[in-house]
């Protein structure tokens, strides 16, 4: 597959949706239904969203420079959905804070993971980004199709979550895409060992910290040992299963050919946008002030 014949669909428009969550109202400790589980697993993806999403943006911006006009126009608009998730998520972490919770740990997990990319060659940022990207993507796939993962949840914060989750889907083939251009001179097996290669190591770092995070809030909720492992391991893989429902479309990014478009699941955005409060505006001034 060469840069020109990217199956990204050609009428996309990534549209940022500038909308702020929760501001004015208290975060009950146990939003997730009063479920220490799901408040935990949902307060550690979380937590890392500020710290990853802005390396994603410096990974993926490092190639904007000399891209395809179309391609570097998806990266802008990339960039900008990111910098409002950070936003809305470093908003929200501090009102989990308030609530009791301390997220300093998970926090540093991530900066400590993120700084050994940072000697890396650029591309290599991009790969790791493109893997992340299609996590998230297919998790936001899952989190728009299923409503059982919000379930009982706090009506905000679920807001909050669905938009990402829109967005998410909405960008997913930029990092790809991007990637698609900076390696269109590799041999094909070079590029599919290294993205293989990549993304193994990415889903190892994410299943561990992600299950360490969650355990560590769930430890302050004062849940530790045997049970708090049932409870978090039934909940991602028994139900409702995020992960194990993620597992299919995540074995889908090492058949020769992926591209996340291949999967076009644009009716989960116009479902979306049909009951949201706010529609996209490419017009919309972006408030960064949190
Ligand atoms: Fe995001
Ligand atoms: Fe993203």
Not at 15 to 23: I, L, M, N, Q
Not at 129 to 153: D, R, V, Y
């Amino acid at each position: 597959m060469t840069a020109t014949t990217l199956p990204t669909p050609s009428d996309l428009s990534i549209t940022p949706r500038d909308r702020r969550f929760g501001r004015e109202t208290h975060l009950t400790r146990l939003w997730h239904g009063g479920s220490v589980e799901a408040t935990a697993i949902y307060n550690a993806l979380s937590a890392t969203f500020p710290i990853g999403e802005a390396y994603f943006v410096e990974s993926v911006r490092a190639f904007r420079e000399g891209a395809p006009a179309k391609l570097a126009e998806e990266i802008k608009a990339f960039t900008t959905q990111e910098a409002i998730h950070s936003r809305e998520h470093h908003a929200f972490n501090k009102r989990a804070e308030r609530s009791g919770y301390d997220l300093s740990k998970l926090e540093q997990r991530v900066s400590e993971r993120l700084s050994i990319t940072k000697d890396r060659p650029p591309i290599v940022n991009v790969a790791a980004t493109m893997a992340l990207e299609h996590f998230t993507a297919i998790l936001a796939h899952q989190l728009l199709a299923n409503p059982k993962h919000l379930e009982g949840a706090d009506q905000e914060t679920a807001e909050l979550w669905r938009w990402h989750a829109c967005e998410e889907i909405e960008h997913k083939g930029v990092a790809y895409d991007t990637w698609l251009y900076a390696t269109r001179h590799w041999p094909r097996f070079k590029r599919w060992k290294v993205k293989a290669k990549v993304m193994l190591l990415v889903t190892r770092n994410f299943l561990v910290d992600r299950t360490a995070g969650s355990l560590e809030l769930m430890r302050q909720d004062g849940v530790t040992g045997l049970s708090a492992w049932t409870r978090l391991l039934w909940y991602l893989w028994i139900r409702p299963a995020m992960f194990r429902k993620i597992a299919g479309a995540w074995l889908s990014y090492f058949l020769p050919g992926f591209h996340p478009w291949k999967e076009d699941d644009r009716h989960l955005l116009a479902a979306y946008d049909k009951t949201a409060k706010v529609q996209p505006n490419t017009k919309r001034k972006v408030r960064h002030a949190a």
